[in-house]
């Protein structure tokens, strides 16, 4: 059994599990004759690519996520470098989703690689949060052969934080007085959600580290940065009341989307549909497990050169069909983008959802194009349920 359990008299016992290089540990475990080799997923060299991983070795070099593969190489030049397998990642992330139901009822999937688990009460049944998160790591090593970071805190945004100290495979416990005294000394950027051009913004104003900006009141940070400003504010401060939500127990949604940062730089529009394609089935099947339907499509583009925009069209009907939303979608990429503009980031989302009431057994068997392709979604929904997601793909999609 675990020793003391700091957690104790915490009102909520937050987790965040982030997995440790989750696209090259996955590639490394698939190729044994990987092992301790520098591993760089991402495009290849002269097509404006990044690296979307590296393994621990690779990390010695100074090669991080984001570095374009050219000066990655220019680092590491005797690093394997690999495209990537995005079903793979996709379903092995399924599976982790499963393992982490087996330590908690209330799981949030943040991204491919992570998720945040409320386990207040949990952590008894295994004896105390050290025997809970041991026994989660053993579980997914010897299923998965993968290993993973974790935070615990009071607080999701304290957990997401810690998560990153002890890495890899390692596990933080921090509190608000631990969180304090270790990010207050570092850099601004240290903080989660601020990149290079805040942290800049904020030197101009004499703000470089997180204690700078956790002195300074909200009022002077919403002056000169708005709304933003009250984000600045509360995550300097480690505060945070955001509940973890599982989508069964979560408010209603008030839109559901799915984005992917692309391996390499798109520049055929055939890939960039096929990639929108793909998304939309995704965010399609979410709105039908959940009984949604929406009538906002917003399609998001990010460039090579790091530029976003956001197109939206509101549809006279909701709908959760992936046709619709897939064409609504492609209709609103810019003409430039793929031949002039390369893509680097691709998003689809739906908003404006309602819940989904059922029609009446007369209309079900009226035969409309819309009926017939309800049935359809509905009929391949459950086949995938049943014998997984690889078992039936859509025509134009690449995975």
Not at 203 to 230: H, M, P, Q, R, S
Not at 293 to 314: M, Y
Not at 331 to 346: A, D, N, S, W
């Amino acid at each position: 059994m675990g020793g003391v359990d700091r957690t104790r008299g915490w009102k909520r016992v937050i987790m965040h599990v982030d997995m440790d290089a989750f696209f090259a540990a996955f590639e490394m475990r698939n190729c044994p004759h990987l092992k301790d080799k520098p591993v760089i997923v991402g495009g290849l060299p002269g097509h404006r690519s990044v690296a979307s991983t590296c393994s621990y070795e690779a990390r010695k070099y100074g090669v991080h996520s984001g570095m374009p593969i050219t000066q990655a190489l220019k680092l590491c030049p005797n690093a394997v470098l690999i495209p990537g397998t995005m079903r793979g990642y996709v379903y092995t992330s399924a599976l982790l989703q499963k393992i982490f139901s087996n330590y908690s009822p209330i799981v949030e999937p943040f991204s491919v690689d992570e998720a945040f688990l409320d386990i207040t009460g949990c952590h008894r049944i295994f004896g105390t949060v050290d025997d809970l998160v041991r026994k989660m790591k053993k579980e997914i090593k010897e299923k998965l052969d993968l290993t993973c970071s974790v935070g615990i805190a009071p607080t999701k945004l304290i957990a997401k934080m810690g998560s990153g100290e002890k890495k890899p495979d390692g596990m933080t416990v921090m509190d608000r007085q631990d969180f304090n005294r270790i990010f207050y000394p570092r850099s601004v950027d240290a903080l989660w959600g601020i990149g290079e051009s805040t942290k800049k913004m904020l030197a101009k104003i004499g703000i470089k580290t997180v204690g700078d900006l956790a002195a300074k009141k909200e009022k002077e940070l919403t002056a000169y940065f708005g709304k933003n400003g009250e984000y600045l504010s509360v995550v300097s401060r480690g505060l945070d009341s955001s509940e973890v939500y599982n989508f069964e127990n979560r408010p209603d949604d008030k839109s559901m989307s799915h984005e992917t940062t692309l391996i390499a730089d798109l520049s055929e529009i055939d890939k960039i549909y096929s990639t929108i394609l793909w998304l939309s089935d995704k965010v399609a099947r979410r709105l039908r497990q959940y009984n949604y339907h929406g009538r906002t499509i917003t399609v998001k583009i990010r460039s090579s050169n790091f530029k976003t925009i956001t197109r939206d069209r509101t549809l006279s009907r909701p709908t959760n069909q992936s046709k619709v939303i897939f064409e609504t979608a492609r209709r609103l990429v810019p003409k430039e983008y793929g031949p002039r503009i390369k893509v680097r980031l691709l998003g689809v989302r739906v908003s404006h959802l309602e819940k989904k009431h059922e029609d009446n057994q007369l209309s079900l068997l009226e035969n409309t194009p819309m009926n017939k392709q309800a049935a359809t979604s509905r009929a391949v929904d459950e086949i995938r349920e049943r014998f997984g997601d690889s078992i039936i793909k859509l025509a134009g999609t690449r995975l």
